[in-house]
């Protein structure tokens, strides 16, 4: 269950709140002008950040500010009491807080949980197989552990041929916010990371044991326990970030395994900025070495994976306002790519 957020006044309109009637910034706040224009505009809409001191007098750099992520229900971006920073520990002790609909998000086995289901007592939703496959524990735990390499019988190169692949895409979105969506156990959220190339990357993924897997990885890498990632769940159809606020999506072998590709789609278009770029890779229904006769047997099952053709994906992109579409293909690998207009 989802912990309420500190209660007043932290729930109090933000105009009531003493502190912020002369806020004054604190150098470390993401948001203190010289290092906002130096993380190129990827960190949005902030309102307010202030360095408060704690009752017992301690300096801490506590922020109440209108922060990168959204409420899932409503797109409102939430209101964040806690430390400011897009990294771990800063996430972990923080709390969000969604002012329209008042409900509360916190990190749960240190991921931040912002699906619309977060913190339900009664309901729970099964999700399609292919969702659901990757929820369990051991598919997760293998994930990277050989599961992953068995995709280059099908033509991937492998995750440092894709990486490269991908950041030549992302060109013109460098320096800006990366979501990696469908992160499984973050093989490229840490890449990108790494890669120092973004002001931020957010690993998001619907399974909770993919996002353990993510945390156990980053722990063991001392140089990206501090570095500018965060752990997100969410579903890929209901992203909680603000319209417009991301310069740029990835989300690699995932579009079969989502329960809707247009809605997916969609979303990615909408929480892109103008300008933004989307990178994607999946295996195609058809490679080009699959025998013609071979191909009716080839359409999609229901509850298996989503299998598309390139036409299909490239429909997709366009229908959703999507533009400069391109792709690579090897056998039944594509990585494709498209902008927001
Ligand atoms: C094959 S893995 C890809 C992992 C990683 N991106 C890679 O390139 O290896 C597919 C991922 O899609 C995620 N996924 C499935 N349905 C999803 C949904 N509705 N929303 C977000 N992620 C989803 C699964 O949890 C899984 O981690």
Request: glycine share 6%; with cysteine; proline share 6%.
């Amino acid at each position: 269950m989802a912990k309420s957020v500190a209660n007043p006044p932290f729930l109090r309109p933000l105009h009531q709140l003493e502190f912020l009637r002369c806020p004054r910034l604190s150098s470390k706040s993401q948001f203190h002008p010289r290092r906002f224009r130096s993380q190129t505009q990827s960190i949005i809409r902030a309102i307010s950040a202030v360095a408060a001191e704690s009752e017992l007098g301690t300096q801490q750099d506590q922020a109440i500010e209108a922060d990168i992520f959204a409420c899932p229900v409503c797109y409102e971006p939430l209101i964040r009491k806690g430390p400011s920073g897009l990294n771990l520990p800063a996430i972990y002790r923080s709390g969000f807080m969604c002012k329209r609909c008042k409900k509360s998000y916190s990190s749960k086995d240190r991921y931040l949980d912002l699906t619309v289901t977060a913190g339900l007592r009664d309901y729970t939703e099964i999700q399609p197989a292919r969702t659901e496959l990757f929820r369990s524990p051991l598919v997760s735990f293998l994930y990277e552990r050989g599961w992953r390499q068995n995709f280059r019988q099908s033509g991937f190169p492998g995750p440092d041929e894709e990486f490269k692949m991908a950041q030549e895409y992302f060109e013109s979105a460098k320096g800006g916010l990366i979501v990696d969506v469908s992160c499984g156990s973050g093989l490229f959220s840490r890449k990108f990371a790494k890669s120092g190339a973004y002001s931020g990357v957010i690993a998001l993924d619907f399974s909770e044991n993919m996002l353990r897997q993510c945390y156990e990885f980053i722990k063991k890498d001392d140089t990206l326990s501090t570095t500018n990632i965060a752990l997100v769940r969410a579903d890929v159809s209901r992203l909680p970030f603000p319209s417009g606020s991301v310069d740029a999506v990835h989300a690699g072998a995932a579009l079969h395994c989502w329960p809707s590709p247009s809605n997916a789609v969609a979303e990615i278009t909408r929480v892109l900025k103008s300008g933004g770029v989307f990178v994607g890779s999946t295996f195609l229904r058809y490679s080009s070495l699959t025998p013609w006769f071979l191909r009716p047997f080839r359409e999609r099952i229901p509850q298996g994976y989503g299998y598309l053709t390139e036409e299909e994906i490239k429909d997709l992109c366009t229908s959703c306002g999507l533009t400069n579409y391109s792709s690579k293909i090897q056998q039944a690998f594509i990585m494709f790519t498209a902008q927001k207009p």
